[in-house]
């Protein structure tokens, strides 16, 4: 895999690049799925992308979410990403692929028995609540769109449905409207 051009200025792991947002181990290497909390919040509150670290555009904004944020109204707790960088991720994240069920390098973390299946927000810009996970632990944030646009579902070939009562719930929590659309971006395999 190659690291697109647009992405060069990052430093790599092999044929990956390394997200501004990433974490460190103690190594130096990178803790890919787990992210600063400093970087966060400051890349939220200057408008710049979680992947390549350049400033955002309205109407150019897109978050990597899963069902659960959704349906809490907010596209997750991470900074937004260019179409293109969002694009690169889908491509080379093996979570986004689909083909890690371990979030975060934890076996036991919660999330490791979602199923994999992704929801691409697209929107005009965002606003965000800064929350602290606990005491001595970085600072972190919920996310939430503004001006939304579509919801792309991307993951495995066997889409994650959501249930009846979770279809409503995302309804009434996006003011009436239920943008579930068709995939667009590309997703696994694609």
């Not at 092999?14 to 181990?25: A, F, H, M, N, Q």
């Not at 979680?50 to 990597?64: K, M, N, Q, S, T």
């Not at 996970?133 to 991307?154: D, E, K, N, R, S």
């Not at 943008?179 to 395999?189: C, E, F, K, M």
């Amino acid at each position: 895999m190659t690291i697109p051009e647009f992405l060069a200025h990052l430093p790599a792991s092999g044929d990956l690049p390394i997200p501004v947002i990433t974490s460190r181990k103690d190594t130096g290497a990178p803790a890919f799925g787990s992210v600063r909390g400093d970087v966060v919040l400051h890349l939220l509150q200057t408008g710049g992308c979680g992947v390549c670290g350049r400033p955002l555009e309205r109407g150019d904004i897109h978050f990597a979410s899963r069902i659960y944020d959704l349906l809490q109204g907010r596209a997750g707790s991470e900074p937004a990403m260019h179409r293109a960088c969002c694009e690169a991720s889908l491509r080379m994240c093996p979570m986004l692929r689909g083909e890690r069920r371990t979030y975060r390098g934890y076996e036991n973390h919660p999330d490791a028995q979602e199923p994999l299946w992704w929801y691409i927000v697209a929107c005009d810009w965002y606003t965000f609540e800064e929350v602290l996970a606990g005491p001595g632990q970085p600072a972190g944030a919920f996310v939430y769109p503004t001006g939304l646009a579509a919801i792309t579902p991307v993951g495995p070939a066997e889409p994650y449905l959501i249930t009846g009562d979770e279809a409503a719930q995302l309804h009434a929590t996006l003011g009436g409207r239920y943008p579930i659309l068709p995939p667009a971006l590309p997703g696994p395999g694609q």
